[in-house]
């Protein structure tokens, strides 16, 4: 079964800090990985899309890597604000297994003025 | 707009009573799921379908039901809601299987009393 698993469970910073939200899997048979952000009562929204065969998406101040090998990935925040505050969860498509979806708890993120 | 719709997006209900959170996409997705999301647990996957007819148990189907019997349409169904089935839910659909980007709805909470 896949695990994922999502370090740090949450981060507190002041605003304009670079950051790095980790994720690793431990089946590295996946098919894809995704990047959400979840607000507070809120659906998940997606953020970034690496297909297996990618190393990195961007897409604004966010650049997310993917290393399948290792079964990592990282989601870089650049220039953090305020409105960056959020949930953020990472997702894998177990390539083995069609259909299904297997998400890490998130890492809670708080950037403060 | 581009949408997942969930209804209802508040319910308590009693211990037993049948009830249905209905799920509705606009996008001619193919895949469509249903999440929960507990405290401590993350968001864990229920029921997936891959197209109209098809359906498939995720983690934690004990206690549910799905139909697709059209494309925009995955209702879930509660028989004899428990307690324990206390929860967030979410609808979400993509365009395939295959990892596209997931879009999901605003989330059902539930509580069973």
């Known amino acids: 079964k896949q695990e994922v698993t999502q370090i740090p469970a949450a981060l507190s910073v002041p605003e304009g800090e670079n950051l790095v939200l980790n994720c690793s899997f431990t089946?590295?048979?996946?098919?894809?990985l995704q990047w959400f952000r979840q607000d507070p009562g809120k659906g998940l929204t997606s953020l970034l899309l690496?297909?297996?065969?990618?190393r990195e998406q961007t897409s604004g101040r966010l650049n997310a890597s993917l290393d399948k090998s290792s079964g990592r990935s990282t989601l870089y925040i650049a220039a953090s604000q305020p409105g960056d505050s959020a949930t953020y969860l990472c997702a894998v498509y177990r390539g083995s297994t069609l259909g299904r979806l297997y998400f890490g708890r998130g890492t809670q993120l708080t950037v403060w003025p | 707009e581009a949408q997942v719709t969930q209804n209802p997006r508040y319910l308590i209900t009693v211990t037993g009573k049948k009830l249905t959170v209905t799920c509705s996409q606009n996008m001619n997705h193919e895949y469509m799921s249903w999440y929960r999301q507990d405290p401590g647990l993350g968001l864990r996957q229920i029921y997936y379908?891959?197209?109209?007819?098809?359906?498939d148990k995720g983690d934690v189907p004990e206690g549910y039901k799905v139909s697709r019997k059209e494309k925009r349409n995955f209702p879930l169904i509660l028989e004899s809601p428990s307690p324990n089935q206390t929860s967030l839910y979410f609808c979400?659909?993509?365009?395939?299987?295959?990892?596209?980007?997931?879009?999901f709805g605003e989330g059902s909470w539930l509580t069973v009393v």
């Open positions: 690496i297909q297996s065969s990618q």
């Open positions: 979400a659909s993509s365009l395939s299987w295959e990892g596209n980007t997931i879009y």
């Open positions: 379908s891959m197209n109209v007819e098809v359906t």
């Open positions: 089946d590295s048979a996946i098919y894809n």
